[in-house]
């Protein structure tokens, strides 16, 4: 099958899902998060808004992702699993391909997602009226980070959802990762880099000192960790390949 | 009737894996609070009730609710597959049984859930070092997070009927459990479903939030769990089956 055709043929199968909404319903959510955070904002907090957001939105990233992930990548492949589709699909496509595409079709609402979180982050400067200066640098940085650790997670949901008959494990999984990874915010660096979820925020441009006494909340700028990210990144290449190689080696 | 569709109920549970959901899940805020609450004892100092905060913190919170989901579109999934509706519908049995069923096995998973969070909580305040035993207000926190459930159960039950899809209740459980946060945040709590659970086990606080309040809860517990349940009958004895 042509690569165009494979494309066109994920979008054909999930016509009448509407799978779209489930990112933009997570989009809503993060909104509303966003206006209540800053319903009573000060002149303090408006002139640190853009740092605010940037330090605040992943960690309800760690919250939110796994489980949108698993529900998306079960929504996409459960209907093969449902089905029983598998063996006529490697008549007509190669298995690696079939994967490789219903990957990329999960991938899609996970880029969408982050464009629309990328874009709601200044939208909600603008509402608000924050007056800081929108750290467009650090915000393309913070959309790029999205992508990437949200498409290791999807490789173990993808994985887990075409590799289970019932839905059940992925989802379990999605759900643990939500609750590892915000507990790992929580724990001393070391031991929170050991947590797949959690890395929604490993990457915060930002560090919060809150003053007891004072009350007063100020952040200061963190250097990006670059050997944890290219170690990140090499990593999330090789479980995709060893997931891809234990699903190819699957008897259907 | 009911007593067979709940024998039926549990016969599809056997060597399931929500049981594995059920007993690993509070695991996670058992091991995680418990390290939380050893890490900060200089600001923790309501010993019981600050572990009981640690533990319930993230749990209550968010969830809570999610794991009941998963419980409900596991019991429905079975009906989903294949032409199992064809089966459910035509089976000399009341559709409310039906659905009294499946509502009684998801209050009885969770009770064992709770059940074995509160266990947990007792040993690790034990391993931490905590005097004598938790107050008796703490099961009773416990204990009216699981009444919540029951709502819950009601309102995923409904979710997991209608949506075909295994995965979208258990989303709908993790945006209601957020929204439910920033709901009760605006002290209308008792007006939205999803917030009953943290209101329920006070998570968060030493003090009961609902001290003298108990009764509102109850009663919102009481109409949501009603009203889900009547929408669900009716849908069940009006619709035609989609198999």
Redesign the interface.
């Known amino acids: 099958m042509k690569r165009q055709h494979c494309a066109a043929v994920e979008f054909r199968k999930e016509r009448h899902?509407k799978i779209y909404l489930?990112p933009l319903?997570?989009l809503i959510?993060l909104f509303?998060?966003c206006a209540?955070s800053f319903r009573n904002a000060d002149a303090y907090d408006l002139a640190q808004g853009y740092t605010y957001l940037l330090f605040q939105i992943p960690m309800l990233n760690c919250?939110?992702m796994p489980?949108?992930l698993?529900?998306i990548a079960?929504?996409l492949c459960?209907m093969e699993i449902?089905g029983g589709t598998l063996k006529l699909l490697y008549t007509v496509q190669s298995k690696h391909g079939f994967y490789d595409w219903k990957y990329l079709h999960s991938f899609f609402y996970l880029l969408l997602f982050s464009i629309g979180e990328g874009l709601a982050i200044p939208f909600c400067g603008k509402i608000f009226g924050f007056t800081e200066a929108l750290p467009a640098a650090l915000l393309l940085r913070h959309v790029g980070i999205l992508l990437l650790v949200g498409a290791v997670v999807l490789t173990v949901q993808h994985f887990l959802s075409l590799m289970s008959a019932?839905?059940?494990?992925p989802?379990?999984v999605g759900?643990?990762g939500?609750?590892?990874g915000?507990?790992s915010m929580?724990?001393p660096p070391a031991a929170a880099r050991l947590v797949l979820w959690g890395y929604f925020g490993a990457f915060l441009p930002f560090g919060m000192d809150w003053d007891k006494d004072t009350r007063i909340l100020s952040f200061y700028q963190v250097p990006f960790p670059t050997t944890i990210f290219v170690l990140f990144l090499v990593f999330g290449i090789l479980l995709y390949l060893f997931c891809r190689a234990v699903f190819l080696k699957k008897e259907v | 009737m009911l007593h067979l569709c709940i024998k039926a109920e549990n016969t599809k549970l056997r060597r399931s894996?929500?049981w594995?959901?059920c007993f690993?899940?509070p695991i996670?805020?058992a091991i995680?609070g418990t390290?939380?609450y050893l890490?900060n004892l200089g600001i923790l100092t309501g010993e019981w009730y600050s572990l009981w905060t640690q533990f319930t913190l993230?749990y209550a919170i968010?969830?809570y609710s999610?794991?009941i989901a998963?419980y409900c579109?596991?019991l429905w999934?079975l009906e989903h597959?294949d032409h199992n509706w064809n089966v459910l519908m035509t089976m000399p049995v009341r559709v409310s049984n039906v659905l009294f069923g499946k509502l009684f096995i998801v209050c009885k998973v969770t009770l064992i859930t709770q059940a074995w969070m509160v266990l947990l909580f007792v040993l690790c305040g034990k391993l931490s070092g905590l005097p004598g035993l938790p107050p008796a207000m703490i099961y009773f926190w416990a204990l009216r997070g699981t009444v919540a459930a029951v709502a819950i159960g009601a309102l995923q039950l409904l979710l997991s009927m209608c949506l075909r899809?295994?995965?979208?209740p258990?989303?709908i459980a993790?945006?209601g459990s957020?929204?439910g946060l920033?709901i009760n945040?605006m002290g209308c709590g008792l007006f939205f479903p999803y917030s009953l659970m943290l209101m329920g086990m006070n998570s968060n606080s030493y003090d009961d939030k609902l001290a003298g309040d108990t009764w509102k809860f109850l009663l919102a517990v009481l109409v949501y769990f009603l009203l889900f349940i009547a929408i669900s009958l009716r849908i069940l004895k009006k619709k035609d089956v989609r198999a």
Do not use: H, T
């Open positions: 899902l489930v319903a997570f959510l509303f998060w209540f919250i939110l489980v949108m698993a529900v079960s929504r459960d449902k019932n839905q059940i494990i989802l379990l759900l643990m939500s609750f590892l915000l507990f929580y724990f | 894996v929500i594995i959901a690993l899940i996670i805020p995680m390290f939380n890490q993230f968010f969830f999610p794991l998963l579109s596991y999934r597959l899809s295994f995965a979208l258990i989303g993790l945006g957020i929204g920033l945040n």
